[in-house]
Nanobody, 120 residues
Framework: QVQLVESGGGLVQAGGSLRLSCAAS????????MGWLRQAPGKEREFVGG????????YYADSVKGRFTISRDNAKNTVYLQMNSLKPEDTAVYYC?????????????WGQGTQVTVSS
């Protein structure tokens, strides 16, 4: 059906930047929106933000607003999460997810996750 492959995670110091990519392949024609979520050790999964494929409207959690930017390239079926001014609290495994409905899900497809570690 649909495959989501993430890349771009790594280790950065506080104040640094990273850009995550999520490439979709397969039968992506029915995909309506993409979401970015993260999960830190011992915590529940948290919604970070999302984007609508048609129109590119973006949504962000308050915790990342002003620091993170989501964009999409329709031709490449790829979404990006640009993370600036990173904080240690941003340390988590980040997942992209595809939805047939909306940016907050329900999600039908998931990326494998990529680790983001921010040191102080």
């Amino acid at each position: 059906q649909v495959q989501l492959v993430e890349s771009g995670g790594g280790l950065v110091q506080a104040g640094g930047s990273l850009r995550l990519s999520c490439a979709a392949s397969g039968r992506t024609f029915s995909m309506h929106a993409m979401g970015w979520l993260r999960q830190a050790p011992g915590k529940e999964r948290e919604f970070v933000g999302g984007v609508l494929w048609s129109g590119g409207t973006t949504y962000y959690a308050d915790s990342v607003k002003g620091r993170f930017t989501i964009s999409r390239d329709n031709a490449k079926n790829t979404v990006y999460l640009q993370m600036n001014s990173l904080k240690p609290e941003d340390t988590a495994v980040y997942y992209c997810a595809g939805s047939l409905v909306g940016v907050r899900g329900p999600y039908s497809y998931w990326g494998q996750g990529t680790q983001v570690t921010v040191s102080s």
